[in-house]
């Protein structure tokens, strides 16, 4: 029998702590979650989310500070972050790819005081120079390794840190305006900013993302995805929650196993981010391919050549969503009245409008930003953490700039063209290109350097390097990319090198990428041809 899901309007609060609780009351032995073939019902994922909380609190953690994550995907990443919500701490996930300045500014820029991360990742912490001074305690999973704790902070086990709660401790009132995370996300011009949800932001995002899937209560959820990212967060874990189903949780994409945890898993939805479904899609044919219970896939925009033969081979509709980190899930492709090529139509709770250079909304049919507004309160960030001059840069004339170009049609249904401003995104991942340009300019001999978007096979952008370099000089450029290989996470490595005499640049001496865009990878040298690829931790 088909379960309904329940109402927000049913919810005591509309906070991520508040959504589990209603649902350990609602069905406290439905599974909310699978991880590793382990099940963890609501009643129990309720009552662990309580034993965390206080365990966070016992470390003299108060409502307000930063919990950051550094894990891979595994159960204890979920309690953390959820026990977090219920203490009133705000979580910070962090990127596992990160390492030296990209992990010291992930931590310092948004004041984490407690870090929960594992004995693989324990050592990008203790390499760091010096600490944040915020951080006073690292939790560890498992048995972290000898001579690999940092120094200066309070270390203590997982065990320890559930042990250390008082269990009669009240825990503190928590309201939908509370902030819940802080999500990092890639900067144009300057290093990654940390964008503040409010609790109420990741619910309504949750329902909204229940309704235009259709998820009903006995569904089961996959996701592969890393929990360090949005896309996993509420597209799936908190979506599936909200509709009362069950979370399977994968530990990361595999192309050759992927069907076969699906089918192990009794899954009837899971998302798809960058090449995944170009990767599915290049598998070779099998008469199994149909043999699954999957009916929906939450997608970001797919072009047709890739939607409708994925659709057609694995019987499965897609559903595609746009979103930005700052604003969630905006425009729903939906079900019914799908548009093939669109992005979709406004949630609900969201006004969009195209606007010219002038600040005008555009007619159907004429090109301009992608720009937002929210009808209801809290369900957009409340900020950058610590730059209030970003926030308010970007609520131009009371609408926040997504720097996206598009158009509508007359029926409302947007159309993605282009980016308006300099950004990357490779396999999923958003990219800054001034952090990339900062550690090529650190290389010896290059005066000038531009990174920009250069097609991938795959989808999505593979990352072009083009370099000027001193009078004479000769490039090396496997050198070169062992030397982004040392200071970059790995999908922020270039594949493609290119040297010119010059780069062009505008009056002004900014360089001029829409030219280097346009000018293509040309000759560039290309690491994978050269059997080189970045390290991973993970």
Known sequence: MTRSVPRSEDLEAETVSGLIAERARQHPDQPALVVDGAELTYGELDLAVSQVARGLLATGAAPGDSVGILLPNRAEYLLAWFGAARAGLVEVPVN??????????????????????????????????????????????????????PPGVRVLGWPELLASGDPTRELPAVGPADPVAVM???????????????NRMQVVAAKECTQQMGTTADERLYTCLPLFHGAAQVNITLHGLFAG?????????????????????????????????????????????????????????APPQVLEPFEERFGIHLVEGYGLTEIKNVLYNPLAARKIGSIGVATASSILEVHDESGNRAAPGQAGEIVYRPREANIMFSGYRGEPEA????????????????YTDEDGYFYFIDRKKDALRRRGENISSHEVESVLLAYPGVVAAAAVATPSELGEDEVLAVLQLESG??????????????ALPHFMVPRYYRALD???????????????????????????AAGLAPT???
Not at 266 to 286: D, E, H, K, R, Y
Not at 473 to 486: I, S
Not at 502 to 527: F, I, M, S
Request: with cysteine; glycine share 8%.
């Open 96 to 149: 596992t790819a990160y390492k030296g300045q990209f992990l010291d500014h992930a931590l310092r820029s948004t004041d984490v005081r407690i870090l929960v991360t594992e004995p693989a990742l324990l050592g990008l912490v203790a390499d760091l120079p010096e600490l944040p001074d915020a951080l006073t305690t690292v939790v560890v999973l498992d048995e972290a390794a000898p001579g690999r704790t």
């Open 184 to 198: 990092l996300t890639s900067g144009t011009t300057g290093r990654s900013k940390g964008v503040v949800y409010p």
């Open 245 to 301: 189903a069950t979370v399977v949780l994968g530990r990361r994409f595999s192309a050759s196993r992927f069907w076969d945890e699906i089918r192990a898993g009794g899954v009837t939805q899971f998302n798809a981010l960058g090449s995944i479904l170009p990767v599915l899609l290049a598998q070779p044919p099998s008469e199994r391919d149909r043999d699954h219970r999957v009916k929906r896939v939450f997608a970001a925009p």
């Open 391 to 406: 926030t308010l840069a970007t609520m131009n004339d009371l609408w926040w700039h997504t720097g996206d170009l598009g």
């Open 473 to 486: 000089r000769r490039p090396d450029f496997a050198e070169l990319f062992a030397h982004c290989d040392r």
């Open 502 to 528: 010059q780069l062009p640049v505008t009056p002004t001496g900014k360089v001029r990428k829409t030219d280097l865009r346009g000018q293509g990878r040309g000759e560039a040298w290309d690491a994978q």
């Open 536 to 538: 991973r931790h993970v």
